[in-house]
Protein backbone atom coordinates (compact mmCIF):
# COMPACT_ATOMS: atom_id res chain seq x y z
CA UNK A 1 0.00 0.00 0.00
CA UNK A 2 1.41 3.41 -1.31
CA UNK A 3 0.46 6.64 1.02
CA UNK A 4 -1.35 9.03 -0.88
CA UNK A 5 -0.87 12.85 -0.91
CA UNK A 6 -2.68 15.42 -2.93
CA UNK A 7 -1.80 18.92 -4.14
CA UNK A 8 -3.53 21.78 -2.39
CA UNK A 9 -3.70 25.50 -4.36
CA UNK A 10 -4.53 28.27 -1.77
CA UNK A 11 -6.24 30.06 -4.34
CA UNK A 12 -10.07 30.44 -2.92
CA UNK A 13 -10.67 32.92 -0.89
CA UNK A 14 -10.17 36.99 -0.97
CA UNK A 15 -7.03 37.44 -0.72
CA UNK A 16 -5.14 41.17 -0.92
CA UNK A 17 -2.35 40.64 -3.69
CA UNK A 18 -5.08 39.70 -6.56
CA UNK A 19 -6.93 42.44 -8.05
CA UNK A 20 -9.33 40.22 -9.19
CA UNK A 21 -9.79 38.06 -5.71
CA UNK A 22 -10.66 34.53 -4.99
CA UNK A 23 -10.45 32.13 -7.95
CA UNK A 24 -14.35 31.20 -7.59
CA UNK A 25 -14.65 34.52 -9.26
CA UNK A 26 -13.03 32.80 -12.34
CA UNK A 27 -14.88 29.54 -11.95
CA UNK A 28 -18.45 31.20 -11.63
CA UNK A 29 -18.24 32.76 -15.03
CA UNK A 30 -16.75 30.10 -17.19
CA UNK A 31 -18.77 29.35 -20.12
CA UNK A 32 -18.51 25.60 -21.91
CA UNK A 33 -16.54 25.94 -25.62
CA UNK A 34 -19.12 23.37 -27.21
CA UNK A 35 -22.28 21.34 -25.59
CA UNK A 36 -19.52 18.71 -24.31
CA UNK A 37 -17.41 20.79 -22.65
CA UNK A 38 -18.02 20.60 -18.91
CA UNK A 39 -17.98 24.15 -17.35
CA UNK A 40 -18.74 26.11 -15.11
CA UNK A 41 -17.55 23.20 -12.20
CA UNK A 42 -19.03 23.93 -9.13
CA UNK A 43 -18.16 22.32 -5.61
CA UNK A 44 -21.03 19.80 -4.65
CA UNK A 45 -21.24 22.02 -1.22
CA UNK A 46 -21.03 25.55 -3.19
CA UNK A 47 -18.21 27.98 -3.40
CA UNK A 48 -16.03 27.68 0.12
CA UNK A 49 -13.46 29.99 1.77
CA UNK A 50 -10.63 28.40 1.81
CA UNK A 51 -9.43 30.82 4.64
CA UNK A 52 -11.98 29.71 7.20
CA UNK A 53 -10.77 27.47 9.84
CA UNK A 54 -14.23 25.22 9.93
CA UNK A 55 -13.68 24.63 6.34
CA UNK A 56 -9.98 23.46 6.70
CA UNK A 57 -10.98 20.96 9.15
CA UNK A 58 -13.70 19.65 6.97
CA UNK A 59 -11.23 19.35 4.24
CA UNK A 60 -9.38 17.21 6.32
CA UNK A 61 -11.63 14.92 7.37
CA UNK A 62 -12.97 14.05 4.13
CA UNK A 63 -9.53 13.50 2.69
CA UNK A 64 -8.79 11.24 5.48
CA UNK A 65 -11.78 9.49 5.32
CA UNK A 66 -10.92 8.35 1.52
CA UNK A 67 -7.25 7.16 2.68
CA UNK A 68 -5.74 10.29 2.00
CA UNK A 69 -2.81 10.87 4.08
CA UNK A 70 -1.89 15.00 3.40
CA UNK A 71 -1.29 17.79 1.26
CA UNK A 72 1.31 19.02 -0.39
CA UNK A 73 0.33 22.96 -0.43
CA UNK A 74 1.64 25.47 -2.56
CA UNK A 75 3.48 28.07 -1.03
CA UNK A 76 4.54 31.11 -2.87
CA UNK A 77 7.38 33.79 -1.76
CA UNK A 78 7.58 37.55 -3.19
CA UNK A 79 11.52 38.05 -3.01
CA UNK A 80 10.76 41.84 -3.91
CA UNK A 81 8.49 42.26 -1.08
CA UNK A 82 10.33 39.55 1.27
CA UNK A 83 6.99 38.04 2.33
CA UNK A 84 4.60 35.40 1.52
CA UNK A 85 1.67 35.29 -0.72
CA UNK A 86 -1.56 34.12 -0.52
CA UNK A 87 -0.60 32.04 2.60
CA UNK A 88 -3.45 32.27 4.72
CA UNK A 89 -4.57 28.90 3.36
CA UNK A 90 -1.31 27.51 4.82
CA UNK A 91 -1.96 28.93 7.94
CA UNK A 92 -5.13 28.37 8.36
CA UNK A 93 -4.49 24.29 7.77
CA UNK A 94 -1.85 24.17 9.87
CA UNK A 95 -4.07 25.41 12.79
CA UNK A 96 -6.94 22.71 11.55
CA UNK A 97 -3.99 19.96 11.73
CA UNK A 98 -3.59 20.44 15.54
CA UNK A 99 -4.58 17.20 16.85
CA UNK A 100 -4.69 14.57 13.51
CA UNK A 101 -2.07 12.96 12.23
CA UNK A 102 -2.98 14.02 8.79
CA UNK A 103 0.39 15.27 6.98
CA UNK A 104 1.48 18.01 4.97
CA UNK A 105 4.48 19.73 3.22
CA UNK A 106 5.43 22.56 0.94
CA UNK A 107 6.07 22.92 -2.56
CA UNK A 108 8.07 26.11 -3.36
CA UNK A 109 6.42 27.20 -6.48
CA UNK A 110 8.72 30.08 -7.97
CA UNK A 111 6.18 31.43 -10.22
CA UNK A 112 4.21 34.10 -8.70
CA UNK A 113 -0.04 33.74 -8.88
CA UNK A 114 -1.73 35.70 -11.50
CA UNK A 115 -2.41 38.86 -10.30
CA UNK A 116 -5.12 39.67 -12.89
CA UNK A 117 -7.66 36.63 -13.78
CA UNK A 118 -8.70 35.78 -16.71
CA UNK A 119 -5.84 35.84 -18.97
CA UNK A 120 -6.46 38.44 -22.30
CA UNK A 121 -5.92 36.61 -25.55
CA UNK A 122 -3.39 38.39 -27.34
CA UNK A 123 -0.77 37.40 -30.53
CA UNK A 124 1.69 36.67 -28.13
CA UNK A 125 2.24 33.01 -29.16
CA UNK A 126 3.18 30.72 -26.60
CA UNK A 127 2.16 31.49 -22.78
CA UNK A 128 5.69 32.11 -21.90
CA UNK A 129 5.94 34.62 -24.19
CA UNK A 130 2.87 36.19 -22.51
CA UNK A 131 3.99 39.32 -21.14
CA UNK A 132 2.55 38.48 -17.81
CA UNK A 133 4.30 35.45 -17.33
CA UNK A 134 7.57 36.93 -17.50
CA UNK A 135 6.38 39.28 -14.72
CA UNK A 136 6.18 35.83 -12.79
CA UNK A 137 9.22 34.79 -12.68
CA UNK A 138 11.30 35.82 -10.25
CA UNK A 139 14.86 35.42 -9.66
CA UNK A 140 16.06 33.90 -6.63
CA UNK A 141 18.17 35.61 -3.94
CA UNK A 142 19.11 34.76 -0.65
CA UNK A 143 16.67 36.35 1.15
CA UNK A 144 17.04 35.30 4.95
CA UNK A 145 12.93 35.50 5.77
CA UNK A 146 12.21 33.12 3.28
CA UNK A 147 15.02 30.76 4.54
CA UNK A 148 13.63 31.40 7.99
CA UNK A 149 9.79 30.92 7.11
CA UNK A 150 10.58 27.40 5.45
CA UNK A 151 12.71 25.90 8.54
CA UNK A 152 9.85 27.27 10.90
CA UNK A 153 6.43 25.44 9.37
CA UNK A 154 8.73 22.86 8.70
CA UNK A 155 9.05 22.20 12.23
CA UNK A 156 5.18 22.03 12.32
CA UNK A 157 4.17 18.53 14.52
CA UNK A 158 2.50 17.18 11.35
CA UNK A 159 4.80 18.23 8.68
CA UNK A 160 5.86 15.50 6.10
CA UNK A 161 8.81 13.57 6.75
CA UNK A 162 10.82 10.98 4.74
CA UNK A 163 12.10 7.53 6.19
CA UNK A 164 15.40 9.17 7.39
CA UNK A 165 13.29 12.02 9.02
CA UNK A 166 14.26 14.48 6.80
CA UNK A 167 11.62 17.17 5.78
CA UNK A 168 10.31 17.45 2.64
CA UNK A 169 10.44 20.24 0.60
CA UNK A 170 9.29 19.97 -2.99
CA UNK A 171 10.43 22.57 -5.91
CA UNK A 172 8.24 23.78 -8.58
CA UNK A 173 10.13 24.34 -10.97
CA UNK A 174 13.63 23.48 -11.17
CA UNK A 175 13.59 24.04 -15.06
CA UNK A 176 12.97 28.05 -13.57
CA UNK A 177 15.97 27.62 -11.48
CA UNK A 178 18.47 26.62 -14.50
CA UNK A 179 16.93 28.71 -16.47
CA UNK A 180 17.62 31.69 -14.60
CA UNK A 181 20.94 30.85 -12.62
CA UNK A 182 22.42 27.79 -14.46
CA UNK A 183 23.32 24.42 -13.30
CA UNK A 184 26.11 26.05 -10.85
CA UNK A 185 24.43 28.58 -8.84
CA UNK A 186 21.12 26.74 -8.76
CA UNK A 187 23.28 23.97 -7.41
CA UNK A 188 24.32 26.56 -4.81
CA UNK A 189 20.62 27.48 -4.02
CA UNK A 190 19.40 23.97 -3.50
CA UNK A 191 22.29 23.31 -1.03
CA UNK A 192 20.59 26.13 1.27
CA UNK A 193 18.02 23.58 2.02
CA UNK A 194 20.44 20.28 2.33
CA UNK A 195 18.74 19.35 5.20
CA UNK A 196 15.57 18.56 3.45
CA UNK A 197 14.22 16.02 1.29
CA UNK A 198 14.76 18.28 -1.70
CA UNK A 199 11.91 16.30 -4.44
CA UNK A 200 11.93 18.39 -7.98
CA UNK A 201 8.87 18.95 -9.49
CA UNK A 202 9.29 17.68 -13.26
CA UNK A 203 7.68 18.04 -16.77
CA UNK A 204 7.06 14.99 -19.05
CA UNK A 205 10.79 15.65 -20.62
CA UNK A 206 13.07 18.26 -18.44
CA UNK A 207 16.17 17.53 -19.52
CA UNK A 208 17.50 18.23 -16.44
CA UNK A 209 15.40 15.44 -15.18
CA UNK A 210 19.33 13.23 -16.20
CA UNK A 211 21.04 15.87 -14.14
CA UNK A 212 19.21 15.29 -11.03
CA UNK A 213 21.24 13.64 -8.73
CA UNK A 214 23.93 15.84 -9.46
CA UNK A 215 21.41 18.43 -8.53
CA UNK A 216 21.22 16.71 -5.05
CA UNK A 217 17.79 15.87 -5.61
CA UNK A 218 16.44 13.65 -3.34
CA UNK A 219 13.55 12.58 -5.47
CA UNK A 220 11.62 13.65 -8.77
CA UNK A 221 8.06 13.55 -8.81
CA UNK A 222 5.49 15.67 -11.40
CA UNK A 223 2.16 17.71 -11.31
CA UNK A 224 0.16 16.86 -14.41
CA UNK A 225 2.01 15.02 -16.77
CA UNK A 226 -1.61 13.12 -17.81
CA UNK A 227 -1.41 15.93 -20.75
CA UNK A 228 1.26 16.99 -23.60
CA UNK A 229 0.79 20.43 -23.88
CA UNK A 230 2.87 20.08 -26.92
CA UNK A 231 0.11 18.41 -28.47
CA UNK A 232 -1.55 19.72 -31.57
CA UNK A 233 -4.33 18.90 -30.84
CA UNK A 234 -7.07 21.12 -28.55
CA UNK A 235 -9.13 18.57 -27.15
CA UNK A 236 -8.04 15.14 -25.56
CA UNK A 237 -9.75 11.47 -24.43
CA UNK A 238 -9.10 11.31 -20.99
CA UNK A 239 -8.57 6.99 -21.99
CA UNK A 240 -5.82 8.23 -24.11
CA UNK A 241 -4.19 10.36 -21.84
CA UNK A 242 -4.04 7.52 -19.69
CA UNK A 243 -2.76 4.72 -22.08
CA UNK A 244 0.40 6.50 -22.51
CA UNK A 245 0.95 7.50 -19.02
CA UNK A 246 3.17 4.03 -18.68
CA UNK A 247 5.49 5.81 -21.44
CA UNK A 248 5.74 8.84 -19.59
CA UNK A 249 6.43 7.16 -16.38
CA UNK A 250 9.13 4.79 -18.24
CA UNK A 251 11.28 7.88 -19.75
CA UNK A 252 11.16 9.70 -16.58
CA UNK A 253 12.25 6.73 -14.59
CA UNK A 254 14.75 5.86 -17.01
CA UNK A 255 16.43 9.36 -17.41
CA UNK A 256 17.19 9.26 -13.47
CA UNK A 257 18.96 6.86 -10.25
CA UNK A 258 17.02 8.92 -7.94
CA UNK A 259 13.37 7.60 -6.64
CA UNK A 260 10.38 8.96 -8.78
CA UNK A 261 6.95 9.78 -6.78
CA UNK A 262 4.20 9.07 -9.63
CA UNK A 263 1.46 11.60 -9.87
CA UNK A 264 -1.96 11.08 -11.07
CA UNK A 265 -4.11 13.59 -12.60
CA UNK A 266 -8.23 13.45 -12.34
CA UNK A 267 -8.42 15.68 -15.95
CA UNK A 268 -7.08 19.00 -17.14
CA UNK A 269 -9.32 22.03 -18.23
CA UNK A 270 -7.65 25.51 -17.93
CA UNK A 271 -9.68 27.45 -20.12
CA UNK A 272 -11.47 29.02 -17.23
CA UNK A 273 -8.00 30.61 -16.71
CA UNK A 274 -7.96 32.28 -20.46
CA UNK A 275 -10.92 35.08 -21.74
CA UNK A 276 -13.75 33.57 -23.37
CA UNK A 277 -13.00 32.74 -27.06
CA UNK A 278 -15.95 31.26 -29.23
CA UNK A 279 -13.93 29.32 -31.61
CA UNK A 280 -11.91 27.22 -29.28
CA UNK A 281 -8.96 26.10 -31.94
CA UNK A 282 -6.10 27.81 -29.82
CA UNK A 283 -3.35 25.52 -29.10
CA UNK A 284 -2.17 27.09 -25.60
CA UNK A 285 -2.33 27.26 -22.36
CA UNK A 286 -4.85 28.25 -20.61
CA UNK A 287 -7.39 27.59 -23.36
CA UNK A 288 -5.91 24.41 -24.65
CA UNK A 289 -5.26 21.13 -24.79
CA UNK A 290 -8.45 19.93 -22.56
CA UNK A 291 -9.05 16.69 -21.34
CA UNK A 292 -13.06 16.91 -22.32
CA UNK A 293 -14.26 13.93 -20.49
CA UNK A 294 -12.44 13.59 -17.35
CA UNK A 295 -13.70 11.08 -15.02
CA UNK A 296 -13.84 8.72 -12.21
CA UNK A 297 -12.95 5.50 -14.33
CA UNK A 298 -10.16 6.22 -15.95
CA UNK A 299 -8.93 8.57 -13.79
CA UNK A 300 -9.23 4.62 -11.31
CA UNK A 301 -7.27 2.99 -14.12
CA UNK A 302 -4.50 5.59 -14.10
CA UNK A 303 -4.18 4.84 -9.91
CA UNK A 304 -4.08 1.20 -11.07
CA UNK A 305 -1.78 1.64 -13.12
CA UNK A 306 0.72 3.70 -11.08
CA UNK A 307 0.04 1.51 -7.88
CA UNK A 308 1.19 -2.10 -9.79
CA UNK A 309 4.10 -0.16 -10.98
CA UNK A 310 5.53 1.39 -8.24
CA UNK A 311 3.91 -0.10 -4.83
CA UNK A 312 7.37 -1.88 -4.78
CA UNK A 313 9.83 0.93 -4.97
CA UNK A 314 9.17 2.80 -1.48
CA UNK A 315 7.66 5.79 -2.92
CA UNK A 316 4.15 7.64 -2.07
CA UNK A 317 1.37 8.00 -4.37
CA UNK A 318 0.79 11.87 -5.43
CA UNK A 319 -2.48 13.20 -6.45
CA UNK A 320 -2.96 16.01 -8.85
CA UNK A 321 -4.94 17.56 -7.19
CA UNK A 322 -7.29 18.25 -4.11
CA UNK A 323 -8.39 21.05 -5.80
CA UNK A 324 -7.12 22.97 -8.47
CA UNK A 325 -10.73 23.69 -9.56
CA UNK A 326 -9.84 26.44 -12.85
CA UNK A 327 -7.35 24.08 -14.25
CA UNK A 328 -9.70 21.31 -13.96
CA UNK A 329 -8.30 18.38 -11.81
CA UNK A 330 -9.46 18.30 -9.02
CA UNK A 331 -11.15 15.43 -6.54
CA UNK A 332 -13.00 17.45 -4.43
CA UNK A 333 -16.69 16.77 -4.59
CA UNK A 334 -18.63 18.21 -7.50
CA UNK A 335 -22.27 18.30 -8.77
CA UNK A 336 -21.39 16.17 -11.62
CA UNK A 337 -19.56 13.34 -9.84
CA UNK A 338 -19.73 13.59 -5.89
CA UNK A 339 -17.51 11.84 -4.46
CA UNK A 340 -16.88 9.38 -7.15
CA UNK A 341 -12.83 10.33 -7.52
CA UNK A 342 -12.32 9.98 -3.62
CA UNK A 343 -14.06 6.92 -4.05
CA UNK A 344 -11.88 5.33 -6.30
CA UNK A 345 -8.83 6.17 -3.87
CA UNK A 346 -10.22 4.51 -1.18
CA UNK A 347 -11.02 1.38 -3.65
CA UNK A 348 -7.33 1.64 -4.27
CA UNK A 349 -6.03 2.01 -0.76
CA UNK A 350 -7.75 -1.35 0.37
CA UNK A 351 -7.02 -3.29 -2.17
Not at 111 to 123: A, M, S, T, Y
Request: aromatic residues 14%; neutral net charge.
Amino acid sequence: MMDVYAYYYPGFYQDDYRITGTEWNVLKKALPRNKDHYQPRVPVNGYYDQADLQTCKEQIQLAQKYGINGFMICYYWDFESSKPIMNKPLDCLMDALIGTNFKFNLMWVLRLPHKELPIKNGDFGKYSNHPWFKKRIQLFFRDENFINSVNKISQHPNYRLDKDRKPFFQIYSVSELLLLHGKEETKNILNIFNNYHLQGVCGRDDEWIGEAEKLKLNSVTSYVTLVNFNSNKSILKHSECVNNQAIVWENIINATNVPYYPSVSSGWDASPRGEFIKNFQLKKFPWSPIVIDANPSDFYLNLKNAVETFSKNNVDLHIASWNEWSEGHYIEPDLKYGTQFLEKIKIINTK
